[in-house]
């Protein structure tokens, strides 16, 4: 459980300073209008970026033919876990995730 604490407190001092830039960039600190400016620059939040590169891992993951790295033991349930957040239903192609998951 340590470990989930570290990762969102490093997640939220990256997601900070992922703003920090558009703030710097536009001369503004509302968050909403720099989540705006993001999503019309085609960037993603911190949070969606990392997760939609998590899907495309997994993906690759899923299509290696590999004995010691078996998908259906590491990475299924992470894939759904990632899908659900993003109330996304069934499978669908790391592009697909990166259409919806900005929505």
């Not at 033919?65 to 259906?72: L, M, P, R, T, Y």
Request: a positive charge; glycine letters at 6%; hydrophobic letters at 45%.
């Amino acid at each position: 459980m340590l470990w989930k604490v570290f990762i969102c407190s490093n997640l939220r001092s990256l997601g900070h300073s992922w703003h920090a830039i558009f703030w710097i960039l536009f001369g503004t600190n509302n968050v909403d209008c720099i989540n705006d400016i993001q999503r019309f620059m085609g960037y993603f939040p911190l949070v969606t970026e990392i997760d939609a590169r998590r899907v495309g891992f997994l993906y690759k993951i899923k299509s290696c033919n590999n004995s010691i790295i078996n998908f259906e033991v590491f990475g299924k349930c992470n894939l759904q876990i990632l899908l659900t957040k993003y109330n996304i239903t069934g499978l669908c192609s790391p592009l697909c995730f990166r259409l919806l998951g900005c929505n």
